[in-house]
């Protein structure tokens, strides 16, 4: 099932992969749609607000999980684009263990202080029980979100985008049954939702263990890989570490934002997060693309093609642009329609306030194509250490939005917030992103690991 990105027409071998990934994206923001539709729907929109009022704090825990696997499979990716098995292997197992470590660490951590966080968010009292039922659970299930995050981070490292997404696929399907199980049999409420959720995501992971067992023997460590390499573990802290910061460091500023949306009233609330459902779902293309582009470029740097490399990414971001532009027109004009999905039609208000998200979101698409590109692909080629900066750029154009205009402008400074970040991002990372593929241009690949340097 693995696949090797070295040879062949670069923008055919990024389509292939981004395919199935793309596909497995989509089931996982299914998750959290399922969720909001059912949710909001049965529980009302006080229930709805009350999950979207989390909706930037799970962005910032689960977002460091997520961009600490993906940072976890960049060494797999290169080191198998070498054709360095053993080296592939050890990664597998200390990343492993690094995973073992944080989800103990992050889930006390989480769970502690899950009030507080809430309290900070400046979360209304009438959704505050719900909001807290909710999270609580989320942050108790974060060993199997990091479970599946490593296991399909490293099974894309070596090509295989479709086993994720079959298992994904599966995990969907049983979180459409636990959602109506839990919430309307057994009545459970947010917390409900919740349990499907992460019941789904424990499902996918145990799978996808399974199969690398199984079959991915390139995977799978030898004892002679168990042995713990003090070269190993600050490999992959350098890769993880910072993307995790990146994704958690943005988040922040989304954190900034959802604070200052929720002191508007619940109607606010409601609006914008039945707007953010639509916004992930419609970002997952760019997610795919990115994550296609970076495994492309690890691969490739480890077999030291540096002028593929360049290839890959301008295709890439040419891509991504186009698809920019088209799902911009959809959410302009088809942001209301879409906002039924988990609004009722007589709640106009509400309704107006997601289509007014989505369309000033629709007309700075575009920008996530360069964004997510470059910035994955600069990951990709081992400068995660750069791309925290542009998290700081995006966090600070949240931040400087939400504290400085929303008191003037209100709702409309929200609707304008994202687009700010996006487009501060791109004026870093672009620009960096060719630095980077300069400098691995004219360097040899001296990659190694462990015992073996």
Same mark, same amino acid.
């Given at each position: 099932?693995?696949?090797?990105?070295?040879?062949?027409?670069?923008?055919?071998?990024?389509?292939?992969?981004?395919?199935?990934?793309?596909?497995?994206?989509?089931?996982?923001?299914?998750?959290?749609?399922?969720?909001?539709?059912?949710?909001?729907?049965?529980?009302?929109?006080?229930?709805?607000?009350?999950?979207?009022?989390?909706?930037?704090?799970?962005?910032?825990?689960?977002?460091?999980?997520?961009?600490?696997?993906?940072?976890?499979?960049?060494?797999?990716?290169?080191?198998?684009?070498?054709?360095?098995?053993?080296?592939?292997?050890?990664?597998?197992?200390?990343?492993?263990? +690094? /995973? *073992?470590? =944080?989800?103990?660490?992050? @889930?006390?951590?989480?769970?502690? &202080?899950? !009030?507080?966080?809430?309290?900070?968010?400046?979360?209304?009292?009438?959704?505050?029980?719900?909001?807290?039922?909710?999270? +609580? /659970? *989320?942050? =108790?299930?974060?060993?199997? @979100?990091?479970?599946?995050?490593? &296991?399909? !981070?490293?099974?894309?490292?070596?090509?295989?985008?479709?086993?994720?997404?079959?298992?994904?696929t599966i995990s969907t399907i049983l979180n459409v049954g636990l959602d109506l199980f839990c919430i309307v049999i057994l009545g459970w409420g947010c917390a409900g939702a919740a349990i499907a959720?992460?019941?789904?995501?424990?499902?996918?992971?145990?799978?996808?263990?399974?199969?690398?067992?199984?079959?991915?023997?390139?995977?799978?460590?030898?004892?002679?890989?168990?042995?713990?390499?003090?070269?190993?573990?600050?490999?992959?802290?350098?890769?993880?570490?910072?993307?995790?910061?990146?994704?958690?460091?943005?988040?922040?500023?989304?954190?900034?934002?959802?604070?200052?949306?929720?002191?508007?009233?619940?109607?606010?609330?409601?609006?914008?997060?039945?707007?953010?459902?639509?916004?992930?779902?419609?970002?997952?293309?760019?997610?795919?693309?990115?994550?296609?582009?970076?495994?492309?470029?690890?691969?490739?740097?480890?077999?030291?093609?540096?002028?593929?490399?360049?290839?890959?990414?301008?295709?890439?971001?040419?891509?991504?642009?186009?698809?920019?532009?088209?799902?911009?027109?959809?959410?302009?004009?088809?942001?209301?329609?879409?906002?039924?999905?988990?609004?009722?039609?007589?709640?106009?208000?509400?309704?107006?306030?997601?289509?007014?998200?989505?369309?000033?979101?629709?007309?700075?698409?575009?920008c996530l194509g360069l964004l997510n590109v470059c910035r994955m692909s600069t990951q990709g080629l081992g400068f995660s250490g750069r791309t925290i900066f542009a998290g700081v750029v995006e966090?600070?154009?949240?931040?400087?939005?939400?504290?400085?205009?929303?008191?003037?402008?209100?709702?409309?400074?929200?609707?304008?917030?994202?687009?700010?970040?996006?487009?501060?991002?791109?004026?870093?990372?672009?620009?960096?992103?060719?630095?980077?593929?300069?400098?691995?241009?004219?360097?040899?690949?001296?990659?190694?690991?462990?015992?073996?340097?």
């Amino acid at each position: 099932m693995t696949k090797n990105m070295t040879e062949g027409r670069p923008l055919r071998l990024i389509l292939q992969f981004a395919l199935p990934l793309l596909m497995g994206n989509l089931m996982q923001q299914t998750y959290n749609i399922i969720d909001a539709a059912i949710v909001g729907r049965i529980l009302g929109t006080n229930a709805l607000a009350a999950v979207g009022a989390t909706s930037s704090v799970q962005f910032l825990v689960l977002g460091f999980c997520i961009g600490t696997c993906t940072g976890f499979g960049i060494p797999v990716a290169t080191h198998f684009g070498a054709g360095r098995g053993d080296c592939v292997k050890a990664m597998v197992f200390h990343g492993a263990v +690094l /995973v *073992i470590g =944080l989800s103990v660490i992050l @889930t006390a951590f989480c769970t502690w &202080l899950c !009030s507080d966080i809430l309290h900070i968010l400046s979360v209304p009292e009438d959704i505050f029980e719900n909001a807290y039922a909710y999270l +609580l /659970v *989320i942050f =108790l299930g974060l060993p199997f @979100t990091l479970l599946y995050n490593f &296991l399909s !981070s490293i099974l894309r490292s070596v090509g295989d985008s479709r086993t994720p997404f079959v298992f994904l696929t599966i995990s969907t399907i049983l979180n459409v049954g636990l959602d109506l199980f839990c919430i309307v049999i057994l009545g459970w409420g947010c917390a409900g939702a919740a349990i499907a959720t992460v019941t789904a995501q424990a499902v996918s992971g145990f799978l996808c263990l399974i199969f690398i067992w199984k079959k991915v023997p390139v995977l799978k460590p030898v004892r002679e890989n168990c042995r713990l390499q003090g070269r190993n573990i600050q490999e992959l802290v350098a890769m993880g570490v910072p993307m995790g910061l990146q994704f958690s460091i943005t988040a922040i500023g989304s954190m900034v934002m959802q604070s200052a949306n929720n002191g508007l009233g619940s109607i606010y609330v409601s609006g914008f997060t039945s707007g953010m459902k639509i916004k992930q779902f419609a970002m997952c293309p760019f997610d795919a693309l990115g994550s296609a582009v970076s495994v492309f470029c690890g691969q490739n740097l480890g077999a030291g093609k540096g002028r593929r490399i360049r290839q890959g990414i301008i295709e890439g971001m040419l891509l991504g642009i186009g698809y920019g532009v088209a799902i911009g027109l959809v959410l302009i004009f088809f942001g209301r329609t879409l906002s039924l999905l988990f609004v009722s039609a007589d709640a106009a208000k509400i309704l107006d306030a997601s289509a007014k998200y989505l369309r000033c979101l629709g007309y700075f698409y575009w920008c996530l194509g360069l964004l997510n590109v470059c910035r994955m692909s600069t990951q990709g080629l081992g400068f995660s250490g750069r791309t925290i900066f542009a998290g700081v750029v995006e966090m600070l154009a949240r931040i400087i939005v939400s504290c400085g205009f929303v008191g003037a402008y209100g709702y409309t400074a929200i609707c304008f917030a994202d687009q700010s970040a996006w487009l501060a991002g791109c004026f870093y990372i672009v620009p960096m992103c060719w630095i980077c593929v300069g400098k691995v241009s004219r360097r040899p690949n001296s990659a190694v690991c462990g015992r073996n340097a």
